[in-house]
């Protein structure tokens, strides 16, 4: 279900910032001659669709929607660019060429690193002077920045737009680190007691129990815990949630949310 309204929304806002970026000629828009802003926009724009039906469906981040997202940025990427190429007009940098002139499109991506190249350049001072056999390779490095930078958007649209916390400390987003799925419910309460009361070892013994209470497909009723952290300083936010079935649809509620400090994160989060 959630797989496929994901689907959906991320070909929606694909497709959207597709047209967007091609009429706006987004791909190549730098900032200070090197930061990729448009390709960027792309991404993040793309990505909207799969972080909607995250949070419609209370999913969380996990490795498949992400790769989903990244998915859809690189395809809005991929279509700006072939459908700047097929434009009638092509406008690259500041020269305009019918799309006759460009048969191959080999020489369509030389002008991309050419113009690319031309564009850091005149973003430098003007004392600095590349040498020519060098220009190409800058051209090649402005055109991997912009293709990062569209994935490396992707990623932070996601996290933001899900509300997956952000660690200021070491300028990252926390990472889904655990999310378990439980039947036994008083061995999630007694989890969240023992967290609470500063008892991590115990936590940790106590989670063991949790995981082994696998969701039947009949129960009705199941909680579920869902921890981020930030993989470097090991500070972490958890939330438990309430799930249940009800004609055929898994409704979620929150019960609680609370935020482990480095210390704590460390010890009630290891493995
Ligand atoms: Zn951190």
């Given amino acids: 279900m959630t797989t496929l309204l994901a689907l959906i929304f991320a070909a929606a806002t694909t497709l959207v910032m597709a047209v967007v970026g091609h009429r706006v000629h987004l791909a190549h828009f730098h900032l200070i001659g090197g930061i990729p802003m448009g390709a960027m926009a792309i991404g993040a724009g793309a990505a909207v669709g799969v972080a909607i039906a995250i949070r419609l469906t209370n999913t969380y981040d996990t490795g498949r929607f992400r790769i989903l997202g990244y998915l859809a940025g690189f395809t809005a990427y991929m279509i700006v660019v072939v459908t700047d190429y097929v434009a009638l007009q092509l406008r690259v940098g500041d020269r305009v060429f019918p799309a006759t002139e460009l048969m191959n499109i080999a020489r369509y991506l030389m002008l991309l690193v050419e113009e690319g190249a ?24 402005r055109l991997a920045v912009e293709f990062v930078g569209t994935l490396v958007a992707t990623g932070w649209a996601i996290s933001l737009l899900t509300g ?22 008083v061995a999630v309460r007694e989890w969240e007691l023992a967290v609470h009361q500063r008892r991590p070892i115990e936590a940790r013994a106590i989670l063991a129990r949790v995981k082994a209470g696998r969701v ?27 799930r249940k079935r009800s004609a055929g649809w898994v409704r979620t509620e929150p019960q609680d949310e609370f935020l482990l400090d480095e210390a704590r994160g460390s010890v009630v989060l290891a493995t």
């Fill in 164 to 185: 997956v916390p952000f660690c200021w400390r070491n300028r990252r987003f926390y990472e889904l680190k655990q999310l378990v799925e439980s039947a036994n419910t």
């Fill in 118 to 141: 031309k564009a850091a350049a005149s973003a430098l001072p003007r004392w600095v002077r590349i040498p020519p056999e060098v220009m190409f390779w800058v051209g090649m490095v």
């Fill in 216 to 242: 039947q497909p009949q129960d009705r009723m199941w909680m579920r815990i869902v921890a981020h952290q930030c993989p470097i300083c090991l500070a972490a936010r958890v939330r438990i949630e309430k």
